[in-house]
């Protein structure tokens, strides 16, 4: 059975903090947010025993490779480079990238305002990659976290934010309100997987069934709409 195929509880990494998919509930101290629960869901589903591992997001996929991770669920866009590296679950989110000023900026309205500006982004993050490529920044400052990622913006340190959509929307009705817009269209479209590391493939498949389960049974559904408030 899947219990017994894989010994001894997965250790399941996920990021620190990248609401509303993985955030650490203030009042019970717990991390929780749709990855979190989604994995919750697979888990059960498969009868598998795991432990949450929040990480800073740059250090998932060195530890999948290491083998001292089992999992990672935390947001993380398929792109063949990672592939190379680790394997993928079945895609189970749709996202892309936004760029994020203060309220009170009227010089950058999108991508293209960048050259020549200081920007903010999470390091070893798709958004990293394609404000490199798409933009002559005279900096890209990198973080390990969002909460540092944000507050170089806030705090005048940075132009602009580039970085996951759903993560800008949270951020914007939260810690964000009346201190910023999103500028420009949404930038490449992309899909989260959960990573395994390579050659994972009986755990793959199983978690795989398990999510087209959850989805055909109305858990991913409820989820869905439990976190982003709108249907899948
Ligand atoms: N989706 C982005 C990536 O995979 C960011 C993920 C994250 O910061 N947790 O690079």
Do not use: C
């Not at 509930?25 to 919750?40: A, N, Q």
């Amino acid at each position: 059975s899947a219990a017994t195929a894989f010994a001894g509880p997965l250790v399941v990494a996920t990021d620190t903090n990248f609401p509303p998919f993985e955030f650490k509930d203030p009042t019970t101290g717990d991390h929780t947010g749709f990855d979190v629960e989604l994995w919750d869901a697979i888990a059960k589903e498969m009868g598998l025993e795991y432990s949450l591992q929040p990480m800073d997001f740059n250090g998932i996929i060195p530890g999948l490779q290491s083998g001292q991770l089992d999992v990672g669920i935390a947001g993380m866009t398929i792109k063949p480079e990672r592939a190379k590296v680790v394997d993928f679950s079945d895609p189970y989110y749709n996202a892309g990238l936004l760029v994020l000023v203060k309220s009170d900026n009227t010089d950058i309205n999108g991508i293209e305002d960048l050259n020549g500006r200081v920007v903010s982004t999470k390091t070893g993050t798709t958004s990293e990659d394609y404000v490199k490529a798409h933009a002559q920044a005279k900096e890209v400052k990198l973080f390990p976290n969002n909460d540092a990622m944000f507050m170089e913006l806030l705090t005048g340190g940075a132009d602009a934010v580039v970085f996951d959509s759903p993560v800008i929307a949270d951020f914007m009705n939260k810690a964000g309100q009346g201190q910023v817009k999103v500028v420009g269209p949404l930038y490449q479209g992309q899909s989260y997987g959960i990573a395994f590391p390579k050659g994972s493939t009986e755990l793959v498949q199983k978690v795989n069934a398990a999510l087209a389960e959850l989805r055909e049974n109305g858990s991913y559904r409820e989820l869905y709409l439990k976190w982003f408030h709108t249907e899948p």
